[in-house]
């Protein structure tokens, strides 16, 4: 099993719909999630961090962590077609063992 | 504020080779992080940094691969001698300090090919 997994993707919506993201992962002892988008030729930007579980919202962005099922989900809504990215999902041991998943592809359509 | 700075942003080399990445953090940043970032795939962190000091580097290959931070500024990743599998995005981080969760800043990358 490896220790943080994504569906690939690619995943296709038409502007305006909600995505909906999620992350699987293996060690309970993570304790702080992120996510990040990345697009084509460029390095990682972060996006939203949440500490344990719980929710967070950002614009229209909303992260969420169930650490009792070890999942992780990120939902965008009205997704525009500059939010067509690879999504990186991301967590870290108190600073240190920063894992990333390898990633999901979207693609919003005009 | 200017970003991470990362060079040569292209490499190719033939297998047995030896080459060096270079990193330039953002100012007062006192934690560097390398990662490998294979197509298809999500970073992998090589080495991270605290100043000068190594935090963890538990994923690096150390038979091959080397990192340095002199001064806890610039710091420099190695590979000698490379191998067909190393063909990569080398991407570098900081961030501010290691605390329970720093945001991390990444640069471009450097993109090397092996043949």
């Known amino acids: 099993q490896k220790e943080v997994e994504q569906d690939p993707g690619p995943l296709s919506v038409p502007e305006g719909a909600i995505v909906s993201l999620n992350c699987t992962y293996s060690?309970?002892?993570?304790?702080?999630f992120m996510w990040y988008r990345q697009y084509s030729r460029k390095g990682p930007e972060l996006l939203m961090y949440t500490y344990s579980s719980g929710n967070k919202e950002d614009g229209r962005f909303t992260a969420q962590v169930d650490k009792s099922s070890k999942y992780i989900s990120l939902f965008i809504r009205d997704s525009q077609p500059s939010d067509s990215a690879t999504y990186l999902c991301?967590?870290?041991?108190?600073?240190?063992?920063?894992?990333f998943g390898p990633g999901t592809r979207l693609s919003v359509l005009p | 504020e200017a970003g991470v700075a990362q060079s040569p942003r292209y490499k190719i080399i033939e297998k047995r080779q030896s080459v060096a990445f270079w990193c330039n953090p953002i100012?007062?940043?006192?934690?560097l992080y390398w990662y490998q970032q294979i197509l298809g795939q999500g970073p992998k962190l090589l080495i991270q940094?605290?100043?000068?000091?190594?935090?963890?580097d538990s994923q690096l290959p150390k038979d091959r691969f080397s990192a340095e931070r002199l001064k806890g500024v610039d710091s420099t990743l190695k590979i000698q001698p490379a191998k067909l599998e190393d063909s990569a995005v080398y991407l570098c981080?900081?961030?501010?300090?290691?605390?329970?969760?720093?945001?991390?800043?990444f640069g471009p990358g450097t993109r090397l090919t092996v043949l």
């Open positions: 991301a967590m870290t041991l108190y600073g240190q063992n920063f894992v």
């Open positions: 060690n309970s002892a993570f304790q702080y």
């Open positions: 981080a900081s961030s501010r300090q290691r605390s329970s969760y720093n945001e991390q800043f």
């Open positions: 100012s007062g940043h006192a934690t």
């Open positions: 940094f605290q100043n000068n000091g190594v935090v963890d």
